[in-house]
């Protein structure tokens, strides 16, 4: 069956450590995206891509990065830069042509 | 900028009745409008959405939403609501511009009380 898996469902971390997330899709999809999900905010965007060695910023990008070297794989890396780094991590993708995003499981990290 | 508002936080419905949840979004034209549902600790999934065209738009599990231009509002309804209906709610819009990159509400929770 396509659709995104993101790995690992729970990661814990110590303060100062980087850490890398994965989001893989087989849905043949253009664009993936990064999204922050935090108790009564709603989603907040980090970094989105729309093809393969291409990304932006999104609206809350300091002190993550990413990389998007192959068209089925979007990691993110949260950085000892990550002020508050403690949420709930949900990857996302779509076609470029205005359709509907279809999302990961998530990944809810912790930093103690 | 273009922002979206859904202004409940949380609502209490009892099992088998109706539903609706508000909202309303900022932007200049007419975007792309999508409700998703979320269960706790889970993905989002969408229940519908509407590009253009007739104004009720049918999703799964038996939700549907309304486009009014005028009230800039895509508010969600169920007829009668499963206690397995109980999750959150998210709204948000995309620009209409073949890019897709959506702007959510804060998201409503709801619960579906026996």
């Known amino acids: 069956d396509g659709g995104i898996t993101q790995s690992p469902k729970y990661l814990f971390r110590k303060e100062g450590q980087n850490v890398t997330l994965s989001c893989e899709q087989n849905?043949?999809?253009?664009?993936m995206y990064w999204y922050r999900q935090d108790p009564g905010q709603g989603l907040r965007l980090i970094y989105y891509?729309?093809?393969?060695?291409?990304?932006q910023k999104g609206d809350i990008a300091e002190g993550y990065s990413v990389s998007r070297e192959k068209k089925e794989s979007f990691p993110l890396t949260v950085t000892s830069a990550q002020k508050n780094p403690t949420a709930f991590y949900l990857c996302?993708?779509?076609?470029?042509?205005?359709?509907?995003?279809?999302f990961g499981q998530g990944t809810r990290l912790t930093v103690v | 900028a273009q922002s979206v508002t859904q202004p409940d936080i949380h609502i209490t419905v009892s099992e088998g009745a109706s539903l609706e949840l508000r909202c309303n979004y900022s932007?200049?034209?007419?975007?792309?409008l999508f409700w998703y549902v979320q269960s706790p600790g889970q993905g989002l999934q969408l229940l519908l959405k509407?590009?253009?065209?007739?104004?009720l738009v049918q999703g799964i599990k038996g939700f549907e939403a309304e486009f009014k231009r005028s009230q800039s509002s895509f508010n969600l309804r169920k007829p009668s609501v499963h206690w397995s209906d109980a999750a959150e709610y998210f709204c948000?819009?995309?620009?209409?511009?073949?890019?897709?990159?959506?702007?959510f509400g804060t998201g409503t929770r709801l619960l579906v009380s026996p």
């Open positions: 849905l043949n999809h253009d664009a």
């Open positions: 948000a819009v995309a620009l209409n511009t073949g890019f897709q990159k959506l702007v």
């Open positions: 891509s729309q093809i393969v060695n291409d990304f």
């Open positions: 996302a993708s779509s076609t470029t042509g205005g359709a509907e995003a279809f």
């Open positions: 932007y200049g034209a007419t975007p792309y």
């Open positions: 509407y590009f253009s065209g007739d104004t």
